[in-house]
């Protein structure tokens, strides 16, 4: 009888060593994933909106506040639209108001250029119906939420005649543009700028210093200013030279470190 028991235990052990091993195929153990049954992927997340963005300070320096104006704010479509001055955290953008004329209480909006280098920033002017804008060539003020000893803006030059026309928004919504005659301070078109020879001017308000360069339209300009006295300083104004003349700063970014 252990005779006859130990041969079919070998038996056995002989046909379990011929069964073929799991494949890849079969849902060998618990907690495998069959073969044919998707794997989930991640879900893709929109793309962020613009925000102010800082460096907390450290031994090699200061803290830096970053804006940057090639996207619309927090929450809002990338369309032409007019903004609410304090709609960047870190700063507050108003048109510098002219003296008199249509463009007495022009507020700032964004908005995208049409020509070649679809361009997106803040200029001043308002929404207007029929996809016209007015008064895009006054100054832009630009104020700090913290006194700042250093500041650099970035913008692209244009024109009032430039092809600055902002893109379409959807049906029913107002437009922007900074394209057709431009409206001076006077009530006036300007005469038309040089697109190769465009005068800026970047003013510091609180030290009463003024910084000019020129460029040519369609060219990405950077601008810095550093207080050297360390008092810094809240409040700059950017503009074409002079204000209304139909010489358009799109501003880009704003760069500050804090003072202290």
Known sequence: LAAAMVGVGLKMSNALAGRPAP???????????????????????ATPT???????????????????LTRPPV????????????????????????TGGSCSGTGVVWLQLADPSGARGVVSGD?????????????????????????????????????????????????????GAGTATSGAAPARPDPHFLPYLLRIEDLDRPITKTAAEGETVTMT?????GRGFRSVTL????PGSGVVALLT????????
């Open 253 to 260: 970014s704003v760069t500050a470190v804090a003072a202290g």
């Open 127 to 179: 929404l207007a119906q029929g996809a016209v804008g007015q008064c895009n060539d006054l100054a832009l003020r630009i104020q700090l939420a913290a006194p700042a000893t250093q500041l650099t803006v970035e913008f692209v030059a244009t024109t009032t005649y430039g092809a600055a026309t902002a893109t379409a928004a959807p049906p029913g919504t107002a437009t922007a543009t900074a394209s």
């Open 225 to 229: 200013f550093t207080d050297a006295s």
């Open 23 to 45: 494949t890849a195929s079969s849902p060998a153990t618990r907690g495998q994933t069959p073969t044919g049954v998707p794997t989930p992927t991640a879900t893709p997340t």
């Open 50 to 68: 613009a925000t102010a963005t800082a460096t907390a300070p450290t031994s090699t320096g200061p803290v830096r506040t970053v804006v940057d």
């Open 75 to 98: 929450g809002r479509p990338a369309v032409a639209q007019r903004l609410l001055p304090d709609a960047y955290p870190g700063i507050v953008l108003t048109a510098v108001p002219a």
């Open 239 to 242: 503009s074409g030279r002079p």
